[in-house]
């Protein structure tokens, strides 16, 4: 779901690898066998998420707002994050920012590009509303700013949502591009464990933004954990689920697995390190 077409990032060298953790990692280790190899791009071991709402918000489900707070509240330190932990110089710091942005104003029909998302997420940075927080290569920390747009694309896509980078205020910025993706059967894998109390259309939105946010914290530049033809984490266990996975503020998402290069398998969950 990072799928659409973006030009290839240049191969930025993060901070050396650092001395190998004490918890089950890759990190510090040569990973050129692995199915997953690290390219020295930085990754986001210590992440805030901040949400952008723009359209019509009537097209949204009702609960959205409340549904995605939770996920992001409940998904840093959760079991389901610790499968990221392999790839990070230290466990998976990530926080969310608590407040949520709306836009009234029309957005586009067709699918937005790389440049309209960074745009949009642009103009309330520099307005004050959201603090600008790139990504820093070298501390391996920085923001990943979530737009959600009220339409899925009218014109034919082959993705429910994409994660990439851009420039805001001369810094680089983690950018997700989340459409309307309860209003599609395009993403829609099933109702297969009634999780939470929310309604199904929100609950559609936690397996995609979960996929979105695994890579975008293991692979923001698009240049850090990738295989050779580009799949990332997720994209290598899309729309594959085990079990209903509860975060740490015990709601529980129906979410896809993600990779992991040291159990060579998807895996829905990792205990603590």
């Known amino acids: 779901m990072s799928g659409q077409p973006t030009p290839t990032p240049s191969m930025e060298v993060a901070q050396p690898l650092a001395v190998q ?38 097209a949204f489900p009702t609960d959205l707002y409340a549904g995605m707070d939770d996920f992001f509240t409940g998904f840093g330190s959760s079991t389901y994050a610790n499968i990221l932990d392999e790839y990070l110089p230290a466990p998976a710091v990530s926080q969310f920012y608590g407040s949520d942005v709306v836009d009234n104003s029309t957005v586009p029909t067709r699918a937005l590009s790389r440049g309209k998302v960074a745009k949009e997420i642009c103009t309330y940075i520099k307005s004050g509303d959201l603090p600008l927080d790139p990504i820093d290569k070298k501390n391996n920390d920085g923001g990943v700013y979530f737009l959600f747009t009220s339409t899925f694309p009218t014109n034919r896509v082959n993705y429910c949502a994409w994660h990439s980078h851009a420039s805001c205020e001369g810094k680089s910025i983690a950018i997700a591009y989340i459409p309307n993706v309860s209003s599609t059967t395009l993403c829609d894998p099933g109702d297969m464990y009634q999780t939470s109390t929310y309604t199904y259309g929100t609950r559609l939105y936690g397996t995609v933004v979960a996929h979105e946010l695994a890579e975008t914290i293991t692979d923001p530049k698009l240049n850090a954990w990738h295989d050779r033809h580009g799949s990332e984490v997720g994209d290598k266990c899309a729309w594959e689920f085990q079990s209903p996975v509860t975060l740490t503020n015990n709601v529980a998402w129906q979410l896809q697995e993600e990779w992991s290069d040291l159990g060579n398998t998807c895996m829905q969950q990792q205990s603590t390190p």
């Open 21 to 58: 953790p004490d918890y089950p990692s890759l990190w510090g280790q040569s990973t050129s066998t692995q199915e997953v190899p690290y390219h020295r791009g930085p990754v986001l071991q210590s992440s805030r998420i901040y949400a952008i709402y723009w359209g019509d918000q009537t």
